[in-house]
């Protein structure tokens, strides 16, 4: 999934950059364009992602809270699976970017986290 979004991102960041008022005001497209035709197919647009991207200090998902049948690590109350009353609240527990700075929705889910421990849940 992470790789087609940014390949869908990517795609529509060179649209909305091609097509005017904002066409007028750039210069050419330097990358990916020697790389990355327009039409470029998905293997060349993630051989490109994979080359060039990286998580810029902001990485997530190793813990994801998600069902654990489809790879997540804790649940909707960030509980680790197998284990009887052990949480983890930290940036792994995202399983998907929500924003590119990740420390105000990190805020968000320790006060949410916090309000459920001490409601007992
Ligand atoms: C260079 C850089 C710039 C950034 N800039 C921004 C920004 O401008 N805006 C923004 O929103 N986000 C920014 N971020 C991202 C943000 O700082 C992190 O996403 C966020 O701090 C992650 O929070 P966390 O609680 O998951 O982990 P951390 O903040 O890394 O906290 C983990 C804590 O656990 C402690 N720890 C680790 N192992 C153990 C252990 N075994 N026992 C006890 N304690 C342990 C560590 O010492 C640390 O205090 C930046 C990150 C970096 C690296």
Known sequence: MD???QIAGARLAR???STPPLSGLRNAETTPRCLVPDNASDEEWKT??????????HPIGTCAMMRQDMGGVVDGKLKLYGAKNVR??????????????????LYGIAEKVADMIKAGL
């Open 15 to 17: 649209q909305v950059m």
């Open 48 to 57: 490109w992602v994979f080359r060039t991207f990286n998580p810029v200090s």
């Open 88 to 105: 983890i609240v930290d940036a792994s527990v995202m399983p998907t970017q929500v924003s590119a700075h990740l420390s105000s929705t």
């Open 3 to 5: 790789m087609k979004v």
